[in-house]
C-alpha cells in the first residue's frame, strides 16, 4: 500500500489532469444506471482532483518546484508539467472551487438544466476543469494552447446550457470572441516559436533575451496579450462577459467567474513574467502602460455599469469585469506589492465571485429572484443565503479586515511604490463604486418590508446541500482575510519569484 | 435524412463500390501511422466519413439511427479509454504517462512500436466516434 | 521590393486570408457564414506554421535514404492539433446554430436581435 502510495506521489500532476478528463468521457457514455449517477460520478472526480491538488500543494511547499516529464522525455524535448508554489496554489484553488460547484450542481443543477442534458453539462464541466487544470500545471507553451482550446469548448457547451434561449446566443457569441483569442494565441505562440525554436517554458525564458528586440518576438508578444486579453475579459474586450455569465446556469457561472477568467489572468502573467523576463515588459514594450490605462478603465467601468443593472447575475458579470481589472492592474503595474496584491486578489475574487454567483442561484431556486427589485425583505426570508452574499460583498467591496481589503490595500501600496499616484483614486473610487452596487442588493433586502405573499422562511425552497459550498466559500473567503498574514506571505513569496528577485 | 437509394442511382452505385475501398483505406491508414505519414487520426476521420456517406446517400430509419447514435459514443468513449488506458498501464509499471518502455513487452523496441500502435488504435476510435457524433448531432432527426 | 513580395509569397497569402477570414466574422450577418469566416481564419495561421517548417532543399519529413535535409516536422504535429481543435470549435457552433434557428427561426443576427429585443 505505501509502495503505491509513493509511487502514485510521483504521477500526481499528470492524474490531476487526466481525472477529470477521463471521468468526463465515461460519464456520458456509460450505461443507463451509471448515467443517471453522473453527479455523484462527478463528485468522485472532483473530489479526488481535490485531494491530489492538497497532496502536490503539500509537496510543494516541503520541497520546492516539481516537474513531471510526460512519456518519459526530458524536456526541452518533451512535454513538461512543471508546479512552482503559485502554480500549486492555483491548481488547489480551480480544485477547491471545482468541488464545491460539483456539490452545488450536484444539488441545484435540476432546477436549471434539464434531466437528459445533465450528463452531458457535468461531462463538459469536468473538461473544463481538466482544460485549467492543464493550462496552470503545463510547462510547455503549445500544451497550454491545447488546454485553453480545451477548457474554452467545455466553457461555450456550458454557456449555452443555460435554460433560456438567450443562452444559446451568448454561447455562440462567446465561442466567436473565445476562437479569435485562442487562435491570437496559437499565432503568437507560432512567431516565439519561428524565432526561438522551441516551446519548452524554461527554455523560451532562457533563450528569448537575446532577440528581444527583433520584429518576429514583439509581433509574437502583442499576439500573445490580445489573446489573453479577451480570454481574461479585460475592458474593452469584455463584451462577451456579461451575456455568458448572466445566461450560464448558475453553477456554470459559478464555477466559470471563480476559475475561468482567473486560469486566464494566471496564464497571461505567466506569459509577461515567466516566458519574458519582467525587464522585456519593462523596457522593450509599452505594454506596462497600456495595461495600466485599461485596466483603470476596466475597474470604473465595470463597477459603474454594474450599479446600472436590473438582473442579479448581470450586476455581478460587470462585477467581474471591474475586479479583472483590479487584478491586471496589479500585475501590470509590477512592483512586489502591487504582484502580491494581484495575486490575493485572484484568490479572493474566485472565492467570493463564486459564492455571489451561487447565492444567486439559491435566491433564484427559493424564490424565484432575478432581479434586484425582487430581493426587498430577502435578509427575513432567506438569512443564511443573504449571510453569505453580504460577506462576499464586503470581502469584494474591500472593507477591513477583508481579503479584499488586503489584496486591494497591497496593489495601491504597490502603485504608490511604483510612482503610479493617478491609479490610487481609480482603486479608491472603483471600492466606493462596489460598495454601491452591493448596497444596492443588501440595503432593501435588510431593511426593506418584504412582499406580502411570502412572509414565510424561503429558504427550505432551495436544496440544503445547495446552500453548503456557498457558506463554506464565504467562511473560506471570510477566514483567510481575518488569517491574511499566512496567504500574504505566500502571495508575497510568489510575486518576487515572478519578479526574478 | 431519410431519402431512399431510388432517389440517385449514380450516387448509390458509386458509394456501394467506394465505401469497402474506403474503410480498408482507413484501417491501413491506422495500422501504418506507426512508420509512415497516416496514423489514427486521419484513418478515423476516413473510417467515419465512410459511414457517413453511407447514411447521406442510403439514408437511416429511426432504428438505425439510433443504434449509429449509440455506437458513435461508445467508440468516442472507448478510444479515450484506450488511450487513458495504455498512459496509466504505463504508470503502473513504474513509468512515466504514456512511458512506453515501461510497457510489459521483451525490449523497448517492441514496446516503442506496440505502444504507439495501441495509442494509433485508441485515436482512431475516439476521432471515428467523435466524427460520427457530431454528424448526427447535427444532421440528425433525433431531438436531444 | 519584388524580394520580398514574391519571395514571401506564403506570408502574404497567410495575411490576407486572415484578413478576408476576419472580415467574414465581422460583416456578415449570417451564422453558418461567421463560422466559415472563423475557418478561413484559422486556416491561415495553419498555413502560417506549414511555412515556418519549411527548410530550403528539404524534403518531406519521411524516413527515406536519397534525403539529405528534411523539413522541421514538429510545426506539422503542432498544426494536426490545431486542426482537430478547429474541427471541433466548428461542430460545437454548427450544434449552437442548429439549436439557435429551432429557439429563432432565424440563423440571420439582425433577425436574432429584433426577436430578442420584442421579447425583452
Known amino acids: 500500500m505505501t509502495d503505491f502510495l509513493a509511487a502514485l506521489r510521483e504521477h500526481i500532476p499528470a492524474l490531476l489532469v487526466i481525472v477529470p478528463l477521463l471521468a468526463a468521457v465515461i460519464i456520458p457514455f456509460s450505461p443507463a444506471p451509471l448515467r443517471r449517477r453522473g453527479a455523484a460520478v462527478s463528485l468522485l472526480a472532483n473530489a479526488a482532483a481535490l485531494a491530489l491538488a492538497s497532496a502536490l500543494a503539500w509537496e510543494v511547499f516541503r520541497l520546492g518546484r516539481v516537474s513531471y516529464r510526460f512519456g518519459g522525455w526530458a524536456p526541452p524535448w518533451g512535454i513538461e508539467y512543471a508546479v512552482d508554489p503559485l502554480a500549486a496554489v492555483m491548481l488547489l484553488l480551480v480544485a477547491f472551487v471545482a468541488f464545491a460547484a460539483s456539490v452545488y450542481s450536484g444539488a441545484a443543477a435540476s432546477g436549471e438544466i434539464t434531466a437528459e442534458k445533465l450528463p452531458y453539462y457535468q461531462s463538459a464541466s469536468l473538461l473544463f476543469v481538466s482544460g485549467l487544470s492543464g493550462m496552470v500545471i503545463t510547462g510547455d507553451i503549445f500544451n497550454l494552447y491545447v488546454f485553453i482550446e480545451i477548457a474554452s469548448l467545455a466553457g461555450y457547451a456550458l454557456v449555452a446550457s443555460g435554460r433560456r434561449r438567450d443562452a444559446l446566443v451568448a454561447g455562440f457569441n462567446y465561442l466567436i470572441l473565445g476562437t479569435i483569442a485562442a487562435t491570437f494565441i496559437l499565432l503568437g505562440i507560432g512567431y516565439l516559436y519561428m524565432a526561438s525554436g522551441t516551446l519548452n517554458i524554461a527554455d523560451l525564458r532562457e533563450r528569448l533575451p537575446h532577440i528581444y528586440h527583433t520584429k518576429t518576438v514583439l509581433t509574437a508578444f502583442a499576439f500573445l496579450i490580445v489573446g489573453f486579453s479577451i480570454k481574461t475579459a479585460l475592458f474593452p474586450l469584455h463584451i462577451w462577459l456579461p451575456d455568458a455569465y448572466t445566461y450560464a446556469p448558475s453553477p456554470v457561472s459559478a464555477l466559470m467567474a471563480a476559475t475561468g477568467t482567473k486560469v486566464g489572468i494566471y496564464a497571461m502573467i505567466r506569459v509577461i513574467f515567466t516566458v519574458f523576463k519582467p525587464e522585456f515588459n519593462a523596457s522593450v514594450v509599452p505594454m506596462k502602460a497600456i495595461l495600466i490605462v485599461l485596466s483603470s478603465a476596466a475597474i470604473i467601468y465595470g463597477a459603474a455599469m454594474a450599479i446600472a443593472q436590473k438582473d442579479i447575475k448581470r450586476m455581478l458579470a460587470y462585477s467581474s469585469v471591474s475586479q479583472i481589472g483590479y487584478i491586471i492592474l496589479g500585475a501590470a503595474v509590477a512592483s512586489q506589492h502591487s504582484l502580491t496584491g494581484s495575486l490575493l486578489h485572484m484568490i479572493n475574487h474566485a472565492l467570493m465571485k463564486a459564492c455571489l454567483f451561487m447565492c444567486a442561484g439559491l435566491m433564484l431556486m427559493s424564490t424565484g429572484a432575478e432581479k434586484v427589485a425582487d430581493l426587498r425583505g430577502a435578509g427575513r426570508r432567506m438569512p443564511l443565503t443573504m449571510a453569505a452574499f453580504t460577506a462576499a460583498a464586503l470581502s469584494m467591496t474591500g472593507i477591513p479586515p477583508t481579503l479584499g481589503f488586503v489584496s486591494k490595500w497591497h496593489i495601491g501600496l504597490g502603485a504608490v511604490e511604483a510612482g503610479y499616484w493617478a491609479v490610487v483614486p481609480v482603486i479608491l473610487g472603483g471600492s466606493l463604486l462596489t460598495g454601491i452596487y452591493f448596497w444596492r442588493v443588501i440595503e432593501p433586502a435588510y431593511f426593506g418590508a418584504p412582499p406580502q405573499s411570502g412572509h414565510k422562511n424561503a429558504e427550505g425552497g432551495a436544496p440544503r446541500w445547495a446552500l453548503a459550498p456557498a457558506l463554506a466559500l464565504a467562511a473560506l473567503g471570510t477566514l483567510l482575510g481575518l488569517a491574511a498574514h499566512t496567504p500574504a506571505v505566500g502571495a508575497a513569496r510568489a510575486a518576487a519569484e515572478l519578479l526574478g528577485r | ?144 | 521590393m519584388i524580394e520580398t513580395i514574391a519571395g514571401k509569397y506564403n506570408y502574404w497569402i497567410y495575411i490576407s486570408l486572415m484578413m478576408i477570414g476576419f472580415y467574414a466574422i465581422i460583416a456578415k450577418g449570417n451564422l453558418v457564414k461567421k463560422i466559415i469566416g472563423v475557418n478561413i481564419f484559422q486556416t491561415a495561421v495553419f498555413l502560417f506554421y506549414i511555412s515556418i517548417s519549411k527548410v530550403r532543399g528539404g524534403t518531406a519529413p519521411i524516413l527515406w535514404d536519397k534525403a539529405v535535409l528534411y523539413d522541421n516536422p514538429l510545426p506539422h504535429v503542432l498544426i494536426l492539433t490545431a486542426i482537430v481543435v478547429s474541427v471541433s470549435t466548428t461542430a460545437v457552433a454548427l450544434a449552437m446554430i442548429t439549436r439557435i434557428y429551432k429557439e429563432y427561426g432565424s440563423i440571420e443576427e439582425d433577425k436574432i436581435l429584433k426577436s430578442r429585443r420584442e421579447n425583452l
Open chain 2, 1 to 144: 435524412m431519410n431519402r431512399r437509394p431510388a432517389d440517385n442511382p449514380v450516387a448509390a452505385t458509386v458509394s456501394a463500390l467506394l465505401i469497402p475501398f474506403m474503410q480498408i483505406y482507413a484501417l491501413y491508414l491506422i495500422a501504418h501511422g506507426d512508420l509512415g505519414p497516416g496514423g489514427g487520426f486521419q484513418g478515423g476521420a476516413i473510417f467515419a466519413a465512410s459511414l457517413i456517406l453511407r447514411a447521406i446517400v442510403f439514408g437511416l430509419d429511426r432504428e438505425e439511427e439510433r443504434r449509429l447514435d449509440n455506437i458513435a459514443g461508445l467508440l468516442a468513449a472507448s478510444g479515450v479509454l484506450v488511450y487513458g488506458g495504455i498512459g496509466l498501464l504505463c504508470m503502473l509499471r513504474g513509468g512515466a504517462f504514456l512511458e512506453y518502455p515501461a510497457l510489459p513487452f521483451a525490449d523497448p523496441k517492441t514496446a516503442y512500436h506496440l505502444g504507439i500502435y495501441g495509442i494509433e488504435i485508441g485515436v482512431g476510435l475516439a476521432v471515428a466516434g467523435a466524427m460520427l457524433l457530431l454528424f448526427m448531432k447535427t444532421a440528425g432527426s433525433r431531438d436531444d
